[in-house]
């Protein structure tokens, strides 16, 4: 059965930091490559951070760059997100997705991804 199992949300204060956490299950995690997407009430998912499946190499959307880092573990079966410096308007659910290697297909293409986890709640609020 496959699992992309989100955790590590929580209410923040402005500037403050959190670290989520993305297990995977069920398939072959070192083949795949990790997404962060987050969607915020009202508005559409976005992409925010994309990890290739080696972990070599890492995207950022242009609102969380320099702010937020995406890593991959692959003996954990895991993915990261290390959020820093964290604003009201990063307030949303955020989401792990997985997809294999798939040349030319933009990583923010969310249609481009195999397996979903079911979203964490961040709150950045004083």
């Known amino acids: 059965q496959v699992q992309l199992v989100e955790s590590g949300g929580d209410l923040v204060q402005p500037g403050g930091s959190l670290r989520l956490s993305c297990a995977a299950s069920g398939f072959t995690f070192d083949n795949y490559g990790v997404a962060w997407f987050r969607q915020a009430p009202g508005k559409e998912r976005q992409a925010v951070a994309y990890?290739?499946?080696?972990?070599?190499?890492?995207y950022y959307a242009s609102s969380v760059k320099g702010r937020f880092t995406i890593s991959k573990d692959n003996a954990k079966n895991t993915a990261y997100r290390q959020m820093n410096s964290l604003k009201p308007e990063d307030t949303a659910v955020y989401y792990c997705a997985a997809r294999p290697r798939r040349p030319g297909e933009l990583w923010e293409f969310e249609h481009s991804y195999d397996y979903w986890g079911q979203g964490t709640q961040v709150t950045v609020s004083s």
């Open positions: 990890i290739t499946s080696s972990g070599t190499n890492t």
